[in-house]
C-alpha cells in the first residue's frame, strides 16, 4: 500500500504498526510505501518522542499560495497590468501602494499571479517584437533604453543599421538588443539566429568593439593574395600573345585566364583584374614622345649640362627659339564652362595680321627677353645676339643654345660670332647647339606653352597691336615675379630627377618580342 493511497494520517499509522512488529523489515515497508529510508526512521524517531503528535499534518512553515489572494486583488493586478503591458511586479506594487490600497501583495506574489495568468513576459516581447521588426532609419534616430549615451562605438553600430549588407544590420540589431535587454532566444527566433552565432556577436564586440564585429571576413585561402598566381600572372602578361598562338598584340582577360589554365596556374578573370588592380596596372593608350634621331644627342647634352654645372656669376646661359606665325583672330581653347553652355569658334576665318616672335631665356635668372619678327632667318639671330650683349654687357661670356633649324647655324651666323669674339667685343659669344630633334630640351618652348596658354587660347583681339601688349605685358609680369622670387628654368636640362628610380616585379618588363 503506497504511502499517499489513503490521508497522510492514516498510511502513517499503518507504517508505525507494521513497523513496530516483531522482526518487521524496515527497508522492505519503505519500498512498499514508497519513502525514503531516511523519511521512515525519522518519522519513527519523533513517533517516539511525541507518541499521538507526530500523527497531525502540520507544514514545517506557512506558505501563502497566489491563489490564496482576494479575487478582488487579483482583478486590480491583472487591471493595472492591462494598462501597463511593460510594468513588473515590484512597479505594479508600488501603484497599488500609492493608491492607498490595503493588504497589497508582495512584489513575488504579484509576479507568480502575472505568470499563472500569461502575462509575466507577454508585454516584455510585444515591445521587443516591435522594437525588431521597426523602420531601420526610425530605430537609428531614436535613442534605446539602456545603451549608455557616451558609448564609443554606439554611433558606429546605429550607422550600420542602414548597411547594405545584411550581415551588418544583424550584427548592429544584436547589439542594440543586447543592450536594451532583449531575450537571447526571442531575438534569435526573430532573426533566425543559432544561439552561437548570438554569443559570437557579443564576444567580437566584447574584445574589438565595432571595428571586430563589422570587419568583413577575409578567406585565407583567396588566389589574388597568392604570390606564386601573382607571379604567373606577371610573368605571363609581359610576354606578347602571340607567344601562346593568339592572334594579338595585347592581352585580353578571358585569354590570359585560359593560358595560366595551361600552365597549370588557373586563375578566374575576377582574380586577374584583382591582381592586376592591386598592382596599379590600367588600360591607356601610348603616348608619342618626342625623340632625336641626332648620332651626338649625349654629346650635346652632356656638353650643355656641364656648362649649366659650372656657370659662373658673370656668365649666362640663353635658350632660344621663334614663336608663330600665328593669326590674330578668335581661338579656340578650355575654359570653365557653365552647365549647358558650349563656346563656339568658327573653323574659316578672316585673320586681322599675324605675329613672329623671337625670344630668349636666361636660365639661371629665368628672364625672357623678346621682340616680333617679320620672318625667321639668320638676321633675326644676329639681332637677337645683338639685343643681348647689350642688355648683359656686365658678363663676360654668354652662351647661345638653339635647335637644329637652318638659320640657327647658317655659316653667316658662325662668322658674324666669330667677328664679334675677335674685336674683343663683350660679352664673349660661344654656342651650345641642342642635339637636332629635340626641341623637347629647349626651355624657351614651355615658356611658350605658358603664355599661349594664357594670352592667346580663346582669345579674339581686334589689331595685332592689342596681341602684342597682352604678350608685353605678361613677360613684363613673369620677368618682376622671378626677380621677386628667384628659380632656374629648365629643370631637365640641368640634369635634375623628377623622382629616384625604383624597381618593382610589377613593372611592366616586357618579354623581347613586344619591342
Request: aromatic share 8%.
Amino acid at each position: 500500500m503506497p504511502w499517499l493511497s489513503k490521508t497522510v494520517s492514516e498510511a502513517r499509522r499503518d507504517f508505525v504498526t507494521l513497523a513496530n512488529a516483531p522482526g518487521a523489515n524496515i527497508r522492505a515497508l519503505c519500498g512498499q510505501f514508497g519513502v525514503s529510508p531516511n523519511t521512515a526512521y525519522k518519522f519513527l524517531a519523533r513517533y517516539r518522542s511525541r507518541g499521538e503528535e507526530a500523527f497531525v499534518d502540520l507544514s514545517r512553515r506557512p506558505h501563502h499560495s497566489p491563489l490564496a489572494t482576494p479575487p478582488s486583488m487579483k482583478e486590480i493586478v491583472l487591471s493595472t497590468r492591462t494598462a501597463h503591458p511593460l510594468w513588473g511586479g515590484r512597479k505594479i506594487a508600488n501603484e497599488l501602494r500609492s493608491r492607498g490600497l490595503a493588504n497589497v501583495p508582495a512584489p513575488s506574489t504579484i509576479t507568480n499571479i502575472l505568470a499563472r495568468h500569461g502575462l509575466l513576459h507577454a508585454g516584455r516581447e510585444v515591445g521587443a517584437l516591435e522594437w525588431l521588426t521597426g523602420n531601420p532609419g526610425e530605430l537609428q534616430a531614436r535613442p534605446e533604453r539602456g545603451i549608455a549615451a557616451d558609448h564609443p562605438d554606439l554611433q558606429t553600430v546605429l550607422d550600420s543599421l542602414l548597411s547594405p549588407r545584411i550581415l551588418e544590420r544583424r550584427r548592429a540589431i544584436v547589439m542594440l538588443a543586447h543592450w536594451r535587454g532583449v531575450r537571447p532566444s526571442l531575438l534569435c527566433r526573430k532573426l533566425q539566429l543559432s544561439p552561437s552565432t548570438y554569443r559570437r556577436c557579443l564576444q567580437l564586440f566584447a574584445e574589438g568593439g565595432a571595428a571586430a564585429l563589422f570587419k568583413r571576413r577575409e578567406n585565407p585561402h583567396r588566389k589574388w593574395d597568392n604570390e606564386e598566381v601573382k607571379a604567373a600572372v606577371f610573368e605571363t602578361l609581359h610576354q606578347p600573345p602571340c607567344n601562346f598562338g593568339i592572334n594579338r598584340t595585347t592581352w585580353k582577360i578571358a585569354d590570359l585566364s585560359r593560358v595560366l589554365k595551361e600552365k597549370g596556374q588557373p586563375a578566374g578573370e575576377d582574380v586577374i583584374r584583382k591582381i592586376t588592380r592591386e598592382a596599379g596596372y590600367r588600360w591607356l593608350k601610348a603616348r608619342i614622345v618626342l625623340t632625336s634621331s641626332d648620332p651626338e644627342f649625349s654629346a650635346k647634352v652632356e656638353r650643355i649640362q656641364e656648362i649649366l654645372g659650372n656657370l659662373a656669376s658673370d656668365e649666362a646661359f640663353f635658350s632660344i627659339d621663334e614663336y608663330g606665325p600665328f593669326a590674330i583672330k578668335d581661338q579656340p581653347g578650355r575654359s570653365l564652362t557653365a552647365p549647358g553652355e558650349q563656346r563656339l569658334v568658327q573653323q574659316w576665318q578672316r585673320s586681322r595680321g599675324a605675329i613672329i616672335m623671337t625670344a630668349a631665356i636666361e636660365l639661371a635668372s629665368n628672364q625672357v627677353t623678346h621682340f616680333y619678327s617679320e620672318k625667321k632667318n639668320t638676321a633675326e639671330m644676329l639681332r637677337m645676339m645683338n639685343v643681348l650683349t647689350e642688355q648683359y654687357k656686365d658678363k663676360r661670356r654668354i652662351y647661345l643654345s638653339w635647335d637644329a633649324a637652318s638659320w640657327h647655324v647658317s655659316k653667316e651666323l658662325n662668322r658674324k660670332i666669330e667677328q664679334h669674339n675677335q674685336s674683343a667685343g663683350r660679352p664673349a659669344v660661344e654656342l651650345a647647339p641642342l642635339p637636332a630633334r629635340a626641341q623637347f630640351l629647349n626651355v624657351i618652348e614651355s615658356v611658350f606653352s605658358g603664355m599661349a596658354r594664357a594670352i592667346i587660347h580663346n582669345s579674339n583681339y581686334r589689331t595685332v597691336d592689342d596681341a602684342k601688349a597682352a604678350i608685353d605685358r605678361y613677360f613684363l609680369e613673369r620677368n618682376q615675379h622671378f626677380q621677386a622670387n628667384p628659380r632656374r628654368a629648365g629643370k631637365k636640362i640641368w640634369g635634375k630627377e623628377r623622382v629616384p628610380v625604383a624597381f618593382s616585379p610589377a613593372h611592366n618588363c616586357k618579354g623581347p618580342r613586344l619591342g
